[in-house]
């Protein structure tokens, strides 16, 4: 097992265009989560899947931002229409249960210029 | 809501010397979980150590070990014997029972000095 995949590792857009990133868990987790991590803060919690159903959403995630994990494997996280305030590293984690830890990947730093 | 909040955005350690990094955390519930997480210049956040709030006793994971005071809801993570590949960003982290949802602090920057 690799472990988490995310791709790209680096995403430079202009302001108004569309990104999708992808996330890759680890095959044998069932959990499936994404944070949000800008400079000097700690990650924030944007959305969870547990297999393909999504369960939980933050309030930071705007009506800009959708995430999928089609068939409880992969997930992509799109923003549309970015603004320079959603330049951030984009975490992407796994677990088999949220008392064992999650398993990040290495992200997806998005540069909206 | 629970929080999470590390007081020392920085802290620094002689190779070989011990460090303890600080947190402390508020949740309502009695049934929680507690993380120390790494993230080294190359950014992929590496789970340390964790605790289950209903064992008094403390988590250690070889070098690293943790002072878990429930009553005054701290999570302390002591680092022995520091090592240059120390040197991360450590970030403390809850998550309550029922939830999945994990709770970081602002994190502390650890310097390992040679």
Redesign the interface.
Known sequence: DTGVSQDPRHKITKRGQNVTFRCDPISEHN?L?WYRQTL??????LT?F?NEAQ??KSRLLSDRFSAERPKGSFSTLEIQRTEQGDSA?Y?C?SSSG??????????T?LTVV | AQT?TQSQPEMSVQEAETVTLSCTYDTSESDY?L?W?KQPP??????VI?Q?AYKQQNATENRFSVNFQKAAKSFSLKISDSQLGDAAMY?C?C?QGG?????????TKLTVNP
């Open positions: 959990r989560y000097g803060q700690g990650p924030e919690f969870y547990q369960l939980e590293m975490l984690a949220p008392f064992y830890g999650y398993t990040f990947g290495s992200g730093r | 999470v979980y993380f997480y190359s950014r992929q956040m590496i789970l964790r289950e970030f982290a998550i939830s999945e949802k994990l709770v970081f602090g602002k994190g």
